[in-house]
């Protein structure tokens, strides 16, 4: 084989190994992508079905209930506009409080409750995700203009 020749399948075989790499890491990309949606977003479907996503907002006044299990409790998280029911089995962080800021990440099941496998709360007195913040204020925005 010429050197031109050996030289042309090095370049090609590189460019393959390239192609090859970079499919591999936008897939894992693609695979740990999680979305943002406020509860009236879920409630306007605007939300996937069968992929894995963050919801947030507030949680609901008298919602917290804990079953027999002492790990599995349900809460309602709200934007102040909608609320969707959510179900966590685990242990929930310190600052887990009704009527504060939380971001859960899970699934939307058929019947229309979100059960989470992870849950985020607030770490201090000052702060509310932003993404929570950001889908009460849509939501006061919303509401003042309906009125």
């Known amino acids: 084989m010429k050197p031109r020749h050996k030289r042309l399948t090095l370049i090609v075989a590189g460019l393959g190994v390239l192609g090859v790499a970079a499919t591999l890491v936008l897939s894992a990309f693609q695979e740990n992508l999680v979305f943002f949606y406020s509860p009236s977003q ?6 996937p079905q069968a992929k894995a996503f963050r919801v947030g907002g507030l949680v609901e006044q008298g919602s917290l209930k804990r079953q027999s299990d002492g790990l599995t409790v349900s809460f309602n998280v709200t934007d102040t506009a909608k609320t969707i029911p959510v179900v966590f089995t685990g242990i929930l962080p310190d600052l887990f409080k009704e009527g504060k800021g939380v971001v859960a990440q899970g699934k939307l099941g058929t019947d229309g409750v979100f059960r989470a ?3 985020l709360a ?18 006061a925005k919303a509401r003042k203009t309906l009125q």
Not at 42 to 47: L, Y
Request: proline letters at 7%; zero cysteines.
């Open 122 to 139: 607030k770490h201090d007195e000052n702060y509310t995700p932003p993404e929570a913040a950001y889908a009460v204020e849509q939501a």
């Open 117 to 119: 496998h992870e849950v």
């Open 42 to 47: 879920i409630a306007n479907q605007e939300a």
